[in-house]
């Protein structure tokens, strides 16, 4: 019920290639789902997130599709570059709540 | 702002022995979190706080205690240290205000050797 499953554990595209990662959710409660990047050596920073009353979200190269019946959610980044890559974990929580729920991760490669 | 700081930034200890990881934030967040995060296993919530004095157990808790006498200090402590604690610990915070967003501010991290 509080996993949150991302696929795949690793990805490695070409420079310009839009690197898809997935996660699905069990727990309908969570209304909140954001992803987090982390570059080597770092803490994960918050880069993007969905509240699921909305089906995507774009900041920038950034997108996330949010598939509620389906309780599915991924990122897609555009026109990937070789600062891309870095670890990238989905979550999930719900409003009042004091517990984020992570991912296991994708580590992302982008090839010069 | 520093946002959240972490101490020290590497660690060796050898079994048995005990140590404390400090963290701080300067950002007046109520809830503080400390994970754990081996590879391939994403981050695990060791314990939490919503507010100084307030404290509670996360998903892996064993082996860890934690205190909250300020809004700004949330130390780690590790007691008997045992290789399976060997990992990178994050600390991190989230504004009261921003619940609903549930945004969290990490640290650094602090890399654990056990041997």
């Known amino acids: 019920q509080q996993q949150v499953k991302q696929s795949p554990q690793s990805l490695i595209v070409q420079k310009g290639g839009i690197p898809i990662i997935n996660c699905a959710y069990e727990?309908?409660?969570?209304?909140?789902f954001p992803w987090y990047q982390q570059f080597p050596g770092k803490g994960p920073a918050l880069l993007i997130a969905i509240r699921p009353d909305v089906s995507e979200k774009k900041e920038g190269r950034f997108t996330i599709s949010f598939n509620k019946s389906a309780k599915q959610f991924s990122l897609h980044i555009m026109d990937s570059q070789p600062g891309d890559s870095a670890t990238y974990f989905c979550a999930a929580s719900r409003t009042g709540g004091f517990k984020t729920i992570f991912g296991a991760g994708t580590r992302l490669f982008v090839k010069a | 702002n520093a946002g959240v700081t972490q101490t020290p930034k590497f660690r060796i200890l050898k079994i048995g022995q005990s140590m404390t990881l400090q963290c701080t934030q300067d950002?007046?967040?109520?809830?503080m979190y400390w994970y754990r995060q081996d590879p391939g296993m994403g981050l695990k919530l060791i314990y939490y706080s919503v507010g100084a004095g307030i404290t509670d157990k996360g998903e892996v808790p064993n082996g860890y205690n934690v205190s909250r006498s300020t809004t700004e200090d949330f130390p780690l402590r590790l007691e008997l240290a045992a290789p399976s604690q060997t990992s990178v610990y994050f600390c991190?915070?989230?504004?009261?205000?921003?619940?609903?967003?549930?945004?969290?501010?990490f640290g650094p991290g602090t890399r654990l050797t056990v041997l």
């Open positions: 950002m007046n967040h109520n809830y």
């Open positions: 727990n309908t409660a969570f209304d909140y």
């Open positions: 991190a915070s989230s504004s009261h205000q921003r619940a609903a967003y549930n945004e969290q501010f």
